[in-house]
Protein backbone atom coordinates (compact mmCIF):
# COMPACT_ATOMS: atom_id res chain seq x y z
CA UNK A 1 0.00 0.00 0.00
CA UNK A 2 2.87 2.34 1.24
CA UNK A 3 4.80 1.99 -2.90
CA UNK A 4 1.17 2.47 -4.20
CA UNK A 5 0.81 5.80 -2.20
CA UNK A 6 4.21 7.09 -3.04
CA UNK A 7 3.89 5.98 -6.68
CA UNK A 8 0.32 7.78 -6.90
CA UNK A 9 1.95 10.91 -5.18
CA UNK A 10 4.44 11.50 -7.88
CA UNK A 11 2.31 11.08 -10.78
CA UNK A 12 -0.16 12.97 -9.70
CA UNK A 13 2.02 16.16 -9.38
CA UNK A 14 2.07 17.27 -12.85
CA UNK A 15 -1.44 15.91 -13.07
CA UNK A 16 -2.92 18.20 -10.53
CA UNK A 17 -0.98 21.17 -11.27
CA UNK A 18 -2.02 20.90 -14.70
CA UNK A 19 -5.67 20.27 -13.48
CA UNK A 20 -5.57 23.20 -10.87
CA UNK A 21 -4.60 25.67 -13.70
CA UNK A 22 -7.43 24.79 -16.88
CA UNK A 23 -9.90 24.58 -13.53
CA UNK A 24 -8.74 28.10 -12.98
CA UNK A 25 -9.07 28.92 -16.50
CA UNK A 26 -12.53 27.29 -17.28
CA UNK A 27 -13.96 28.79 -14.11
CA UNK A 28 -13.00 32.15 -15.21
CA UNK A 29 -14.52 31.36 -18.40
CA UNK A 30 -17.84 30.09 -17.14
CA UNK A 31 -18.54 33.74 -15.08
CA UNK A 32 -17.23 35.71 -17.96
CA UNK A 33 -20.02 34.05 -20.22
CA UNK A 34 -20.95 35.50 -22.95
CA UNK A 35 -18.77 35.68 -26.30
CA UNK A 36 -15.87 35.54 -24.23
CA UNK A 37 -16.63 31.85 -23.04
CA UNK A 38 -18.31 31.09 -27.01
CA UNK A 39 -14.56 31.96 -28.04
CA UNK A 40 -12.56 29.45 -25.69
CA UNK A 41 -15.04 26.89 -26.33
CA UNK A 42 -14.50 27.18 -30.02
CA UNK A 43 -10.89 27.75 -29.72
CA UNK A 44 -10.90 24.38 -27.13
CA UNK A 45 -13.37 22.66 -30.13
CA UNK A 46 -10.83 23.51 -32.65
CA UNK A 47 -7.93 21.58 -30.85
CA UNK A 48 -9.60 18.66 -30.27
CA UNK A 49 -10.63 18.54 -33.68
CA UNK A 50 -6.65 19.29 -34.80
CA UNK A 51 -6.04 15.96 -32.49
CA UNK A 52 -8.58 14.36 -33.83
CA UNK A 53 -7.44 14.72 -37.90
CA UNK A 54 -4.18 13.55 -36.52
CA UNK A 55 -5.15 10.76 -35.05
CA UNK A 56 -7.73 9.33 -37.39
CA UNK A 57 -6.24 11.06 -40.87
CA UNK A 58 -2.80 9.01 -40.85
CA UNK A 59 -2.23 9.92 -44.92
CA UNK A 60 -1.77 13.31 -45.59
CA UNK A 61 -5.23 15.51 -44.77
CA UNK A 62 -4.54 19.43 -45.22
CA UNK A 63 -7.65 19.41 -47.40
CA UNK A 64 -9.59 17.28 -44.41
CA UNK A 65 -7.64 19.63 -41.27
CA UNK A 66 -8.34 22.96 -42.56
CA UNK A 67 -12.18 22.40 -43.83
CA UNK A 68 -12.63 20.57 -40.31
CA UNK A 69 -11.37 23.61 -38.09
CA UNK A 70 -12.91 26.09 -40.43
CA UNK A 71 -15.97 24.38 -39.98
CA UNK A 72 -15.88 24.47 -36.38
CA UNK A 73 -15.35 28.12 -36.16
CA UNK A 74 -18.02 28.93 -38.47
CA UNK A 75 -20.46 26.76 -36.30
CA UNK A 76 -19.25 28.85 -32.94
CA UNK A 77 -19.80 32.71 -35.13
CA UNK A 78 -22.97 31.11 -36.12
CA UNK A 79 -24.35 30.54 -32.89
CA UNK A 80 -23.25 33.50 -31.91
CA UNK A 81 -25.30 35.56 -34.49
CA UNK A 82 -28.31 33.79 -34.77
CA UNK A 83 -29.03 30.22 -32.52
CA UNK A 84 -28.22 26.96 -31.71
CA UNK A 85 -29.69 25.01 -34.14
CA UNK A 86 -28.74 26.70 -37.11
CA UNK A 87 -25.40 25.80 -35.59
CA UNK A 88 -25.77 22.44 -35.42
CA UNK A 89 -27.31 22.61 -39.25
CA UNK A 90 -23.86 24.05 -40.30
CA UNK A 91 -21.49 21.21 -38.17
CA UNK A 92 -23.74 18.90 -40.06
CA UNK A 93 -23.22 20.01 -43.42
CA UNK A 94 -19.55 20.78 -43.08
CA UNK A 95 -19.01 17.31 -41.21
CA UNK A 96 -20.46 16.03 -44.04
CA UNK A 97 -17.92 17.89 -46.54
CA UNK A 98 -15.39 16.81 -44.14
CA UNK A 99 -15.91 13.51 -44.69
CA UNK A 100 -15.99 13.62 -48.55
CA UNK A 101 -12.58 15.35 -48.35
CA UNK A 102 -10.92 12.66 -46.11
CA UNK A 103 -12.57 10.11 -47.98
CA UNK A 104 -10.49 12.41 -51.48
CA UNK A 105 -7.52 12.32 -49.31
CA UNK A 106 -7.58 8.61 -48.99
CA UNK A 107 -8.65 8.59 -45.15
CA UNK A 108 -11.68 7.01 -42.81
CA UNK A 109 -14.42 9.40 -44.16
CA UNK A 110 -16.82 7.72 -41.56
CA UNK A 111 -14.39 8.31 -38.19
CA UNK A 112 -13.63 11.89 -39.30
CA UNK A 113 -16.90 13.37 -40.18
CA UNK A 114 -18.12 11.63 -36.97
CA UNK A 115 -15.96 12.97 -34.62
CA UNK A 116 -16.12 16.41 -35.64
CA UNK A 117 -19.33 16.48 -35.80
CA UNK A 118 -19.77 15.44 -31.87
CA UNK A 119 -17.08 17.94 -31.29
CA UNK A 120 -19.68 20.61 -32.23
CA UNK A 121 -22.38 19.23 -31.01
CA UNK A 122 -20.83 19.51 -27.69
CA UNK A 123 -19.60 22.66 -28.40
CA UNK A 124 -23.23 23.84 -28.87
CA UNK A 125 -24.57 21.72 -26.08
CA UNK A 126 -22.03 23.79 -22.98
CA UNK A 127 -22.87 26.91 -24.72
CA UNK A 128 -25.93 26.67 -25.17
CA UNK A 129 -26.38 25.87 -21.58
CA UNK A 130 -24.02 28.53 -20.12
CA UNK A 131 -26.33 30.74 -22.16
CA UNK A 132 -29.90 29.86 -19.87
CA UNK A 133 -31.10 32.93 -19.03
CA UNK A 134 -31.52 32.23 -14.96
CA UNK A 135 -28.93 29.05 -14.33
CA UNK A 136 -26.61 28.79 -16.64
CA UNK A 137 -24.08 29.63 -14.33
CA UNK A 138 -24.71 27.20 -11.80
CA UNK A 139 -25.60 24.63 -14.34
CA UNK A 140 -22.36 24.59 -16.51
CA UNK A 141 -20.30 25.06 -12.91
CA UNK A 142 -22.28 21.53 -11.73
CA UNK A 143 -21.05 19.99 -14.95
CA UNK A 144 -17.70 21.06 -14.75
CA UNK A 145 -17.30 19.59 -11.01
CA UNK A 146 -18.97 16.56 -11.34
CA UNK A 147 -16.79 15.48 -14.53
CA UNK A 148 -14.03 16.68 -13.00
CA UNK A 149 -14.05 14.57 -9.30
CA UNK A 150 -14.81 11.77 -11.17
CA UNK A 151 -11.87 11.81 -13.20
CA UNK A 152 -9.92 12.81 -10.40
CA UNK A 153 -11.42 10.13 -8.32
CA UNK A 154 -11.18 7.45 -10.64
CA UNK A 155 -7.41 8.12 -10.47
CA UNK A 156 -6.42 8.45 -7.21
CA UNK A 157 -8.69 5.03 -6.35
CA UNK A 158 -7.86 3.47 -9.10
CA UNK A 159 -4.27 4.01 -8.09
CA UNK A 160 -4.47 3.37 -4.38
CA UNK A 161 -6.35 0.19 -4.59
CA UNK A 162 -6.02 -1.59 -8.14
CA UNK A 163 -7.60 -4.69 -8.12
CA UNK A 164 -9.83 -5.83 -11.05
CA UNK A 165 -10.24 -4.25 -14.49
CA UNK A 166 -12.72 -2.15 -15.98
CA UNK A 167 -12.40 -2.94 -19.32
CA UNK A 168 -9.48 -4.55 -19.85
CA UNK A 169 -9.16 -4.85 -24.05
CA UNK A 170 -10.24 -0.67 -24.02
CA UNK A 171 -7.77 0.36 -21.24
CA UNK A 172 -6.39 -2.34 -18.70
CA UNK A 173 -5.33 0.74 -16.36
CA UNK A 174 -8.81 1.26 -15.65
CA UNK A 175 -10.06 -0.78 -12.70
CA UNK A 176 -13.42 -1.50 -10.86
CA UNK A 177 -12.31 0.38 -7.83
CA UNK A 178 -11.43 3.29 -9.51
CA UNK A 179 -14.92 3.89 -11.19
CA UNK A 180 -16.63 3.13 -8.19
CA UNK A 181 -14.31 5.79 -6.69
CA UNK A 182 -14.81 8.12 -9.26
CA UNK A 183 -18.67 7.61 -9.26
CA UNK A 184 -18.56 7.88 -5.50
CA UNK A 185 -16.57 11.20 -5.73
CA UNK A 186 -18.60 13.02 -8.52
CA UNK A 187 -21.85 12.33 -6.48
CA UNK A 188 -20.55 13.82 -3.41
CA UNK A 189 -18.55 16.74 -5.12
CA UNK A 190 -22.13 17.78 -7.40
CA UNK A 191 -23.80 18.23 -3.46
CA UNK A 192 -21.42 19.76 -2.00
CA UNK A 193 -21.32 22.20 -5.00
CA UNK A 194 -24.92 22.61 -4.74
CA UNK A 195 -24.63 23.59 -1.29
CA UNK A 196 -21.67 26.44 -1.64
CA UNK A 197 -23.77 27.71 -4.74
CA UNK A 198 -26.41 27.90 -2.33
CA UNK A 199 -24.45 29.48 0.32
CA UNK A 200 -23.04 31.97 -2.32
CA UNK A 201 -26.34 33.40 -3.58
CA UNK A 202 -26.39 31.83 -6.90
CA UNK A 203 -29.24 29.06 -5.67
CA UNK A 204 -31.97 30.52 -4.01
CA UNK A 205 -34.47 28.68 -2.43
CA UNK A 206 -35.09 24.56 -1.45
CA UNK A 207 -32.73 22.07 -3.42
CA UNK A 208 -33.64 18.70 -3.69
CA UNK A 209 -30.04 17.38 -2.76
CA UNK A 210 -31.22 13.77 -3.07
CA UNK A 211 -31.92 14.34 -6.38
CA UNK A 212 -29.05 16.00 -7.07
CA UNK A 213 -27.02 13.66 -5.40
CA UNK A 214 -28.84 10.86 -8.17
CA UNK A 215 -28.57 13.04 -10.79
CA UNK A 216 -24.59 13.71 -10.14
CA UNK A 217 -23.73 9.73 -9.75
CA UNK A 218 -25.75 9.27 -13.21
CA UNK A 219 -23.42 12.14 -14.89
CA UNK A 220 -20.43 10.77 -13.83
CA UNK A 221 -21.65 6.91 -15.01
CA UNK A 222 -22.01 9.17 -18.62
CA UNK A 223 -18.41 10.73 -17.99
CA UNK A 224 -16.79 7.59 -17.19
CA UNK A 225 -18.46 5.93 -20.58
CA UNK A 226 -16.86 9.18 -22.13
CA UNK A 227 -13.67 8.19 -20.80
CA UNK A 228 -13.67 4.56 -21.85
CA UNK A 229 -15.22 5.42 -25.09
CA UNK A 230 -12.26 7.62 -26.17
CA UNK A 231 -9.45 5.11 -24.64
CA UNK A 232 -11.33 2.48 -27.18
CA UNK A 233 -11.15 4.32 -30.40
CA UNK A 234 -7.23 5.67 -29.47
CA UNK A 235 -6.20 1.67 -29.14
CA UNK A 236 -8.10 1.08 -32.46
CA UNK A 237 -6.02 3.72 -34.09
CA UNK A 238 -3.03 2.64 -32.15
CA UNK A 239 -2.13 5.70 -30.51
CA UNK A 240 -1.57 6.13 -26.63
CA UNK A 241 -2.72 10.08 -26.33
CA UNK A 242 -4.19 12.37 -28.42
CA UNK A 243 -1.49 15.26 -27.32
CA UNK A 244 1.81 15.51 -25.65
CA UNK A 245 1.09 19.43 -24.43
CA UNK A 246 -0.84 18.50 -21.15
CA UNK A 247 1.59 17.47 -18.62
CA UNK A 248 -0.14 14.28 -16.63
CA UNK A 249 -3.25 14.65 -19.26
CA UNK A 250 -1.49 14.44 -22.99
CA UNK A 251 -3.51 16.07 -24.96
CA UNK A 252 -6.88 18.22 -25.02
CA UNK A 253 -8.77 15.22 -26.13
CA UNK A 254 -7.59 12.95 -23.14
CA UNK A 255 -8.59 15.80 -20.99
CA UNK A 256 -11.95 17.18 -22.12
CA UNK A 257 -13.04 13.41 -23.37
CA UNK A 258 -15.88 12.61 -20.48
CA UNK A 259 -16.98 16.39 -21.22
CA UNK A 260 -17.35 15.92 -24.63
CA UNK A 261 -20.07 13.01 -24.45
CA UNK A 262 -21.78 14.33 -20.97
CA UNK A 263 -22.41 18.10 -22.25
CA UNK A 264 -25.12 16.75 -25.09
CA UNK A 265 -26.59 14.01 -22.84
CA UNK A 266 -26.75 17.13 -20.20
CA UNK A 267 -28.40 19.79 -22.57
CA UNK A 268 -30.90 17.21 -23.64
CA UNK A 269 -32.14 16.61 -20.51
CA UNK A 270 -32.51 20.18 -19.58
CA UNK A 271 -34.60 20.59 -22.85
CA UNK A 272 -36.59 18.03 -22.52
CA UNK A 273 -37.26 18.84 -18.92
CA UNK A 274 -37.80 22.70 -19.98
CA UNK A 275 -34.86 24.13 -18.14
CA UNK A 276 -32.33 23.70 -15.69
CA UNK A 277 -34.84 24.82 -12.98
CA UNK A 278 -37.62 21.82 -13.27
CA UNK A 279 -34.98 19.01 -14.17
CA UNK A 280 -32.70 19.80 -11.25
CA UNK A 281 -35.68 21.83 -8.95
CA UNK A 282 -32.97 24.69 -9.13
CA UNK A 283 -34.26 27.73 -7.82
CA UNK A 284 -32.13 30.95 -9.43
CA UNK A 285 -31.95 34.12 -7.97
Given at each position: ????I???????G????????????????????G?T?????????A?V????????????????????I?????S???FA????????????G???????V??????????TA?????F??S?????W??A?E????????WL??????????A?????????A??????S??K?????????A??????????L???????L?????????????A??S?C????D???????????????????????????????L????????????L???????????G?
Amino acid sequence: MAAAIRQASASLGPRLLTAIILAISAVAAVYAGGITFLAVVTGLTAIVTFEWIRMCCPRRSPGTLLLAIATVALSGAVFAVWDAEIALVVGAGGAVTVGAVARFERNSPLWTAAGVFIFILSMVSIIWLRAEEALGLATVYWLFVVVWATDSGAYIFGKLIGGASLAPRISPKKTWAGAIGGLATGALMGVVLTLLLQAVGLLGGSVELLLIALASALLSLCSQVGDLAESGVKRYFGVKDSGTWLPGHGGALDRLDSLILVAPILAFAVLLAGGSATLLTWTGN
